[in-house]
């Protein structure tokens, strides 16, 4: 069993910074890919980045903005959020990748305001 905790969202202005992490536990030991995706109100769930042994992806609204990192011995991803604007606003969910099989955390909420 695999059990993803999520933390760091919260309330701050545009312009800010948050940083997300997302810390996995459980009988897995080894992820081979760990990121971040996105849901607004309203919308559907999207794409924000992720990393693996290969590099790192970005959704394009957030390349240049964004970084993820990732601590392999820790088990834990990181989202560095800087320069946030409004459309940043939404939960933000993590996950993990094993083989054919992907977990998700419970979400934190981010807020953004203008």
């Known amino acids: 069993q695999v059990r993803l905790v999520e933390s760091g969202g919260g309330l701050v202005q545009g312009g800010g910074s948050l940083r997300l992490s997302c810390a996995a536990s459980?009988?897995?030991?080894?992820?081979?890919?760990m990121g971040w995706y996105r849901q607004a109100p309203g919308k559907q769930r999207e794409f924000v980045a992720d990393v693996d042994s290969g590099g790192t992806n970005y959704s394009e609204s957030v390349k240049g903005r964004f970084t993820i990192s990732r601590d392999i011995v820790k088990n834990t991803v990181y989202l560095q959020m800087n320069d946030l604007r409004p459309e940043d606003t939404g939960i933000y969910y993590c996950h993990a990748d094993i083989t054919y099989s992907r977990y998700w955390g419970q979400g934190t909420q981010v807020t953004v305001s203008s």
């Open positions: 459980g009988s897995i030991l080894r992820f081979h890919e």
